[in-house]
């Protein structure tokens, strides 16, 4: 398990202990959680796949999760009209949907949590992620070095999950 102490913003686990950055507007309680709200939901998420952008990461990251890499038109549903909310999506798409692929480096590897998946409740929050940190704080993922998070998903299990408290 890894757990996450949202008022010290430190990330534990997989005998790692690292910084880390939350969403902006804090750490909510997941049946408050709303899409846009900039908030990190409170609770357990099943640790779901691995993102990894190969242009940046190459082929010496061997997470132990399922994995695959990411292209330049993947993204990710947030709108909550869309069929397809909280899923993977392809761009283009007439819905909204974040872009996996981006210059700033904070979806270079990414960790899909079970946030609202189960099934995906329409505006109760979408892509939440563990991803790296691009030095603020996050929408409402979590975020830790891009080295920490490289070494995290090598020892990361199915049956493992990440524990926002």
Request: net charge neutral; glycine share 10%; with cysteine.
């Amino acid at each position: 398990m890894i757990v996450v102490d949202a008022a010290a913003r430190r990330l534990v686990g997989h005998g790692m202990e690292a910084a880390c950055e939350i969403g902006r507007a804090g750490a909510v309680a997941a049946d408050v959680k709303r899409e846009g709200d900039g908030a990190t939901p409170v609770g357990r998420w099943a640790l779901r796949g691995v993102l990894l952008r190969r242009d940046r990461v190459g082929a010496s990251a061997r997470p132990a999760l399922p994995w695959r890499w990411i292209a330049p038109e993947d993204g990710w549903s947030d709108d909550p009209a869309d069929p397809a909310y909280n899923r993977p999506v392809v761009h283009p798409r007439p819905f909204s949907a974040e872009r996996l692929w981006r210059d700033d480096g904070a979806y270079d590897v990414v960790v899909v949590l079970g946030h609202n998946m189960d099934p995906p409740v329409p505006g109760r929050g979408s892509a939440v992620f563990l991803h790296c940190l691009e030095g603020r704080a996050t929408a409402g993922c979590v975020a830790v070095e891009r080295d920490v998070l490289l070494a995290l998903v090598t020892r990361m299990r199915a049956g493992d999950v990440l524990e926002v408290r």
